[in-house]
């Protein structure tokens, strides 16, 4: 089909058969009008499909699940977003157990307060006793966990405009302040079996929104963020429906 | 009909011009399209293998084969290890679960 384009493309070069007799330039566009019809002869058309994608984890004996305290990370020098009324955390947990409820046949049970033994997260998966005793006491089987880091960045800048004078109508540059506010989620999700204390999967989502205004509040781009990354993050525990393309013939002959 | 997404009615009519006509790639390209969009996907394995044995220099046929491993793959990963690559195609008509499979999964409807 790309061959198809160029040849229709390639035209302006007619003026290379210029010196040609009428009815052979005549013969030469119809045979360019024949290929660029070809397309609509196509032997085989493309159709979607619903497939399934299986949930990252094996679910097989899994019935619960609980959303155990997660890490926030904070950079060095950085404003803190929890400055800014952001409970980072707090919103993260109950966004998950929202979505948990609502997209996965898993029973959503609660921990009750936890008080983690180390905030580093290395050594807090190695402890299996920990994570055991916590799904014993939450009657959870399977476990999640993991590091937050939010970012809210303040891109304002000047950029170099084009505008064309009232006055005189030519063309002039000038720089103008666009005010703009990136949000940034970075998220270390990790799914420890209840029962064992052993680490199940662990994967990191990440999202980036930009906002054209410094209007908009850390609270609403977070959830920008989240929204873009939930069915990555529904898919570690359910499956998922993803649109496939294949090629069917037309012409079975 | 399969380009308006009625797949069981498409897999009914593939499956008919297939026992027609049994060693039409095409057919069998169509079929396997059916059987993937119905859930079978042993079915369609099976079909796409038998497709490519006929016509080994099909690029369309090619493609959605390698496509559907490529989807196989992480749909079922336990048991599709054998699929790799589009050199084993030669098997056609051979088992019509993927080497190596443990028959678990519940991939076919």
Known sequence: MNRVMTGVSGMPAASSVSGLRVPVLALVLLSFAALAAAPALRAEVDVKLKLPQRAKIDLRGKESVAVAPFI???????????????????????????????????????????????????????????WEDLGARAQADLLVTGSLDFDVQDRSGYRTEEFVSPLDGRTYYRQVLVEQTGFEYDILLIVVDGRSGEVLYRDNFKDFQNFQSDEVDAISGMFENLFALQDRIVNVFTQKEVEASRALFTDIH | MAKEGLWQEALFRFERADRLDPKNPKILNNLAVAQEANGQFDAALKSYRQALALAPGSKDLKDNYARFVDFYQSYRPEGAGGLLGLSDTGDAGGSDRPEGSNGGGGASS
């Open chain 1, 72 to 130: 926030v990370v904070t950079r060095e020098g950085q404003e803190s977003p929890a400055g800014r009324d952001v409970d980072i955390e707090r919103e993260f947990s109950r966004f998950l157990e929202k979505l948990l409820r609502r997209e996965t046949d898993l029973r959503v049970v609660e921990t009750g307060p936890v008080e983690l033994p180390t905030f580093d997260l290395d050594d807090l998966l190695t402890r299996r006793a920990f």
